[in-house]
């Protein structure tokens, strides 16, 4: 093995490490950063949405990225299909 | 002005007592008054560390519970005559410590010491919050490894929300400091780099510790590492973090870790 590596037949793991982390704390930071305003935008977004839509609460999904320029906001709503009591709304 | 530092990490094993034993007495080799406190409730090393284990009567519990009084519990380290100790309880009950106890013991050491060191607990949990809790600045120290740099960042955010000084809507300054670094691995892209590091987690770098023997051979003998061989890489990366806590500028080098002939054939025997 350390002789394979000597001739280059192996690339070293860390930017495969580095990459994972960028990934994985920009997640997390969105998580744990301000957890009180997403769920406070959770909450207000389910009962918006299910005035109009029956709602599983827990399929509601909201992530924050936050990135150096720009941060998004991700919504995601699962809709159940034939359950709907009104007209559906397009929210997304 | 006494100044309150929060060595801490978030994952355990990365070295925040033997970083805390360190730089405690690198500040203390500077003339400076320190004492260092073990916050690690239930697990208490730092003793061990700097060689006092034998001499612990009263600890941190005892005083906050009003059980001693603070000169009886501190330690005065034999080497050092301004570095001072005071251990932490091996009592399983964590809740021993309060958060109106950690402010009036940390109000009195800040009338005699220059510097008050404190040895956080592993964890996201409440003894990690209480070490924090008065810290004017804070070292997270880290290892060039996935699972501490994610502990890390975690920490990072608790300390810009859960410290007294953020909740007054002030900063706590933080370092970040790397330990057990090889210099030879993050070159080869097999250990990921300062850089790496740097970016990620944002944090201004107060240090690198290289990847050396001295460390355990120092724990070993109960002797921070910057009393016990002050030439190693490893005491002269802690020295010069302690000069740039002081306000120093000094030029940022990955000390690497000598290794002669004789060390290499004989290293699984060494340490």
């Known amino acids: 093995m350390n002789l394979m590596r000597l001739f280059g037949g192996r690339a070293g793991s860390a930017p495969v490490a580095r990459e994972r982390l960028q990934i994985l704390l920009a997640h997390e930071r969105g998580r744990s950063g301000a957890p009180d305003l997403l769920e406070t935008l959770r909450s207000e977004i389910l009962s918006v949405v299910s005035k109009h839509v029956d709602l599983d609460p827990d399929k509601i999904v909201i992530r924050m990225d936050r990135g150096k320029f720009v941060s998004m906001l991700e919504v995601d709503i699962e809709v159940p299909n034939g359950v709907q009591r009104s007209k559906m709304v397009a929210a997304s | ?271």
């Open chain 2, 1 to 271: 002005m006494a100044k309150v530092l929060v060595v801490t990490s978030g994952k355990g094993g990365v070295g925040k007592t033997t970083s805390t034993a360190a730089l405690g007495a690198a500040l203390a080799q500077m003339g400076q008054n320190v004492v260092v406190i073990d916050f690690d409730v239930g697990l208490r090393n730092l003793d061990l560390v700097m060689g006092a284990e034998r001499r612990v009567v009263f600890d941190l519990i005892n005083v906050v519970q009003g059980v001693a009084k603070l000169p009886q519990a501190l330690i005065r380290d034999k080497r050092l005559e301004n570095l001072w100790l005071l251990p932490a309880s091996q009592t399983r009950d964590k809740d021993a410590l309060t958060e109106e106890g950690v402010k009036r013991v940390i109000a009195d050491l800040k009338t005699k010491f220059d510097w008050i060191l404190c040895d956080s607990p592993a964890g996201i949990e409440r003894g990690a919050t209480l070490a924090m809790r008065y810290a004017d600045e804070a070292i997270i120290v880290t290892n060039p490894e996935v699972s501490s740099v994610r502990d890390s960042d975690r920490i990072i955010g608790m300390l810009d929300s859960k410290t007294a000084r953020a909740e007054r809507g002030e900063r706590v300054e933080k370092h970040l400091l790397v330990t057990r670094y090889d210099a030879g691995r993050a070159a080869r892209g097999e250990m990921l780099s300062i850089d790496d590091i740097l970016e990620i987690l944002a944090t201004p770098l107060l240090g690198i510790v290289p990847e050396s023997q001295d460390v355990l051979r120092a724990s070993n003998v109960g002797c921070p590492v910057t009393l016990n061989n002050a030439g190693s890489a490893p005491a002269r990366a802690y020295s010069d973090a302690v000069r740039r806590l002081m306000g120093e500028q000094i030029e940022m080098k990955v000390p690497v870790e000598r290794k002669g002939l004789m060390d290499r054939l004989l290293r699984r025997r060494a340490a």
